[in-house]
């Protein structure tokens, strides 16, 4: 089974650090370009970061303005996300989610088509 | 920066009648347009990527439409598990990986 499975969230204080991983099975990791997504309570969707299959290109959100490091192991078939200088807006559900690539008919998807479950961050004092 | 924006906010519908959703791009999209289903307590679900392709196990039901600017999402006959929030999205060519969400459509049971 395709799988994605987040784990790391919890409750952190303002200005402080948390480390999120992201475990793939189910599918080839390395051959797959990878997301991190957030939802905040009660809010939209919002995408915070891109990864390339290799690792070596790598997108942020403008709004994290530095605070956030996505990275990846393939042989370990993880996603990470490292997040410093947390705040109350960053408390959210953390979703990590597979870029589809291109379809059997060779569409190419530019979409996310499998997702984990997600994990809470919550940032309070 | 595209910004994707969605209406109605809120559609109150019943079952059985058709849904139609819009998404409005600020700029060309071209067809790299997606749309996910997302209930409560869970992961959004991918339905229709590339403007119109259904997503692998999404009901005939549930299609797509438009290009560059302008893009609908149609449920013909509203089936009660369909009551959820759907969202639009574009994942950009430059920079590399750029994704935008739209605000979303929350469909209700009227």
């Known amino acids: 089974e395709v799988q994605l499975v987040e784990s790391g969230g919890g409750l952190v204080q303002p200005g402080g650090s948390l480390r999120l991983s992201c475990a793939a099975s189910g599918f080839t990791f390395s051959s797959y370009e990878m997301n991190w997504v957030r939802q905040a309570p009660g809010k939209g969707v919002e995408w915070v970061s891109y990864i390339s299959t290799s690792g070596t290109t790598i997108y942020y959100a403008d709004s994290l303005k530095g605070r956030f490091t996505i990275s990846r192991d393939n042989a370990k078939n993880s996603l990470y996300l490292q997040m410093n200088s947390l705040r109350a807006e960053d408390t959210a559900v953390y979703y990590c989610?597979?870029?589809?690539?291109?379809?059997?008919?060779?569409?190419?998807?530019?979409?996310?088509?499998?997702w984990g479950q997600g994990t809470m961050v919550t940032v309070s004092s | 920066e595209i910004v994707l924006t969605q209406s109605p906010a809120t559609l109150s519908l019943s079952p059985g009648e058709r849904a139609t959703l819009s998404c409005r791009a600020s700029?060309?999209?071209?067809?790299?347009l997606a749309w996910y289903q997302q209930k409560p307590g869970q992961a959004p679900r991918l339905l229709i990527y590339a403007a119109s392709n259904r997503a692998t196990g999404v009901p005939a039901r549930f299609s797509g439409s438009g290009s560059g600017t302008d893009f609908t999402l149609t449920i013909s006959s509203l089936e009660p598990e369909d009551f959820a929030v759907y969202y639009c999205?574009?994942?950009?060519?430059?920079?590399?990986?750029?994704?935008?969400f739209g605000g979303g459509t929350k469909v209700e049971i009227k």
């Open positions: 999205q574009h994942r950009s060519d430059w920079p590399p990986g750029s994704t935008t």
């Open positions: 700029q060309s999209v071209s067809t790299y």
């Open positions: 989610a597979r870029d589809g690539g291109y379809d059997s008919s060779g569409y190419y998807f530019a979409a996310f088509d499998i």
